[in-house]
């Protein structure tokens, strides 16, 4: 697997997306990131980041990596309902 550089984003301040499902929910962790919590666990299934594109957002799902402090690429979505999916079945 290569490790691809991220190039990071410009903070700017963006509303809560609206996720379809009712199994999870985001809490905010930062201005472009969001923690995704299991409803009926309360467990957090990993982070939901918001990036620009030329082409429009895209929406990262992600995971930190303890030991290392740093996230890692679970892969990255046009729809912010893959990118929670993702996080659900990885």
């Known amino acids: 697997m290569n490790d691809t550089l991220i190039a990071p984003t410009t ?4 509303t809560t997306p ?3 499902s ?3 929910h985001l809490i905010r962790a930062a201005d472009q990131l969001w923690r995704v919590q299991d409803n009926a666990s309360g467990r957090v299934l990993g982070h939901l980041r918001v990036a620009t594109d030329p082409l429009g957002l895209r929406y990262r799902a992600e995971r930190l990596h303890l030991e290392t402090g740093a996230f890692r690429l679970i892969g990255e ?3 912010v309902d893959d ?8």
């Open 22 to 24: 009712t199994r999870e």
């Open 77 to 79: 979505f046009w729809r």
């Open 83 to 90: 990118a929670v999916s993702a996080l659900r079945y990885s």
């Open 11 to 14: 903070a700017q301040p963006w």
């Open 18 to 20: 609206r996720i379809a």
